[in-house]
T-cell receptor, first 113, second 112 residues
Framework: KAGVTQTPRYLIKTRGQQVTLSCSPI?????VSWYQQTPGQGLQFLFE???????NKGNFPGRFSGRQFSNSRSEMNVSTLELGDSALYLC????????????FGEGSRLTVL | AQTVTQSQPEMSVQEAETVTLSCTYD???????LFWYKQPPSRQMILVIR??????QNATENRFSVNFQKAAKSFSLKISDSQLGDAAMYFC?????????FGTGTRLKVLA
């Protein structure tokens, strides 16, 4: 069974630009969640989607948005990029029940110059 | 709100020895799950061990075990017979309603 796939793996943007990251979950998983990982801050929860509905979101500004498609693939978008948005963005999929195991992708490393 | 605190940014252990990583948490929910995840260098994060809060028995997975103290809100991870492949970042996490809260991580170094 294929794992969680995130694209692109690496990208470099400049301040003010916008970026879209993609995540394909494990087949059969209907929940996709996104996390921002920075040194010293651990993983910060961005949002979670289940069957195309956002069920929860973290404390990030409105520049961070996401969506989920009918095939469970998910995208997150960051507009008006700031230097502080440089991070590893991790996507995780699961069956969707509370307390279930998360399966992570390798992440998309975003550098904002 | 739920919080997870890992007070040890970095730990070292000699190969074949035992090491314990600390984690404390706070939650107002009565039903929750606790996790330890491992992130090897440049590799995917994987689940090490999972504990259901309503179970008093500590979870064990081969060389990995937890010491779950519910009243103290403590959830430490013990790694026995440490191996070079155990070197990684370890994150403690708690499940909330459709989200997971992670600690800041502990980098474990294994010395040959």
């Amino acid at each position: 069974k294929a794992g969680v796939t995130q694209t692109p793996r690496y990208l470099i943007k400049t301040r003010g630009q916008q970026v879209t990251l993609s995540c394909s979950p494990i087949s059969g998983h209907r929940s996709v969640s996104w996390y921002q990982q920075t040194p010293g801050q651990g993983l910060q929860f961005l949002f979670e989607y289940f069957s195309e509905t956002q069920r929860n979101k973290g404390n990030f500004p409105g520049r961070f948005s996401g969506r989920q498609f009918s095939n469970s693939r998910s995208e997150m978008n960051v507009s008006t990029l700031e230097l502080g948005d440089s991070a590893l963005y991790l996507c995780a999929s699961s069956g969707g029940q509370n307390g279930g195991e998360l399966f992570f992708g390798e992440g998309s490393r975003l550098t904002v110059l | 709100a739920q919080t997870v605190t890992q007070s040890q940014p970095e730990m070292s252990v000699q190969e074949a020895e035992t090491v314990t990583l600390s984690c404390t948490y706070d939650t107002s929910e009565s039903d929750y799950y606790l996790f330890w995840y491992k992130q090897p260098p440049s590799r995917q994060m994987i689940l090490v061990i999972r504990q259901e809060a309503y179970k008093q028995q500590n979870a064990t997975e081969n060389r990995f075990s937890v010491n779950f103290q519910k009243a103290a809100k403590s959830f430490s991870l013990k790694i026995s017979d440490s191996q070079l492949g155990d070197a990684a970042m370890y994150f403690c996490a708690i499940s909330g309603t459709y989200k997971y809260i992670f600690g800041t991580g502990t980098r474990l170094k294994v010395l040959a």
